[in-house]
């Protein structure tokens, strides 16, 4: 995380001198000493005023009046109204800040967005990259629509419950279950041991558009890269694992990992006892960023719909949901807790700590300080990283073994 907020931080520092080289902007310390020519910046907002505003981004807003604008390195996605489509706690977190400011008139009850880039919610494709073409807005919460509500009231706002906690299952409705599901979703009448010997699970790790090293600020392009494919799978009644991992953040080396990927799947599946195989991910983060990587290559992309001709997609999360409805979670951290009793023993707990251990490890190979290091591999952190996406592979097939053979008994949390 110290990494995204470092970004975080340049970026508005970046947003916020073009305001004030651009508009003569001059700073102030309080809120009350705000004019036309000033601005008010805390953490990651600033308070502005709305001429300022309808001159940068060609809007109408009141002229009388200041408003409040974050400063986000986040790609936003928003609707046709330009209205930012964010995360629950994001918006909270910004509602509570607006909700400081309600009873000073001449702030506006709308608050301002700059993102890096923005997304169309209609279109995936239809992205603007300049971070000062669009300014997105998020509805005032009821809160600061209404001072009289206490906050008191809005910290007693009623929870959902605890969901359903199951505490046993007999192990031939758990096993029958997850068969139908599986057979149903892949489309193929296999047994528990056909299943096992003709599958593969599969977790990728990639770098998605987070880092941005501002060089064509304030334009911001596509950083997003596969760097590792792991693979577990049966060889020989042993489950065997295979790692593809690039030496470095580049086109070039994305491509070597998914022709080295293919050529591999191509050998498994002459092993396979049957015409089809099973690929079992978690999500549909992995095909949808396998797919994405690989349609760069257009080579590459038609080897693989040859070689994907006979292998069939599971989603074992789905698997897993309508096997064992009302689960706390279904993060596969939590399944593998509180199904398996297992936890993970590496210091990467999750894809975002790969991320961004990956892009500051890409960043010192490409520095002057690298002469012992030329490769990612040549780091720990890409070993554990390593570790840890062998065990997210290890863990689909025990999850799957698990299903099709034992009783399940879940903790109560």
């Given amino acids: 995380m110290e990494f995204i907020i470092r970004r975080s931080k340049i970026f508005k520092k970046m947003v916020l001198n073009d305001f004030v080289k651009t508009y003569n902007l001059k700073s102030v310390n309080t809120i009350r000493s705000l004019g036309n020519s000033h601005y008010y910046s805390k953490n990651n907002y600033i308070i502005i005023h709305n001429s300022i505003l309808n001159d940068r981004f060609n809007m109408c807003l009141d002229n009388n009046m200041f408003s409040i604008v974050f400063i986000l390195y986040k790609n936003i996605k928003y609707n046709d109204k330009k209205i930012a489509l964010l995360d629950s706690c994001s918006k909270k977190n910004m509602q509570k800040i607006m909700y400081k400011y309600v009873e000073l008139p001449f702030i506006s009850k709308h608050m301002g967005i700059i993102g ?3 997304i169309s919610s209609k279109n995936k494709n239809c992205i603007t990259s300049n971070c000062f073409d669009i300014l997105c807005t998020l509805k005032p919460s009821k809160e600061t629509k ?5 906050e008191s009231n809005i910290n007693t706002l009623k929870l959902p419950t605890k969901t359903i906690s199951l505490n046993s299952i007999p192990k031939s409705v758990l096993r029958r279950r997850f068969l139908q599901n599986i057979q149903e979703l892949s489309g193929l009448d296999w047994k528990t041991n056909t299943i096992l010997n003709n599958s593969m699970f599969i977790d990728a790790e990639f770098v998605n558009d987070i880092y941005d090293d501002f060089s064509k600020f304030p334009n911001s392009y596509d950083t997003s890269m596969l760097f590792m494919i792991g693979l577990s799978y049966i060889d020989k009644d042993i489950l065997d694992y295979k790692n593809f991992t690039t030496d470095k953040l580049s086109l070039i080396d994305e491509r070597i990992l998914l ?13 396979m006892q049957s015409t089809h195989f099973i690929l079992f991910h978690w999500s549909n983060a992995d095909k949808y960023i396998l797919e994405r990587s690989l349609k760069r290559y257009p080579d590459l992309y038609k080897r693989y719909e040859t070689i994907f001709n006979n292998i ?12 064992l409805p009302g689960l706390q979670s279904y993060s596969l951290k939590y399944i593998s807790k509180y199904l398996l009793d297992i936890t993970y023993n590496t210091n990467c707990q999750n894809g975002l700590d790969a991320m961004c251990s990956i892009i500051e490890k890409n960043v010192y190979l490409k520095s002057d300080h690298s002469e012992d290091q030329n490769t990612l591999l040549s780091f720990d952190t890409t070993t554990d990283i390593i570790n840890y996406n062998r065990m997210d592979t290890t863990l689909l097939y025990d999850i799957v073994k698990y299903c099709l053979n034992y009783t399940i008994k879940l903790h109560d949390v």
Avoid at 312 to 323: M, S
């Fill in 312 to 323: 069939i997609y599971v989603d074992l999360l789905k698997i897993v949901k309508k096997t």
């Fill in 146 to 150: 209404c001072k009289n509500q206490s």
């Fill in 116 to 118: 890096r880039k923005y």
């Fill in 259 to 271: 022709t080295n990927f293919l050529t591999f799947l191509e050998r498994i599946k002459d092993k």
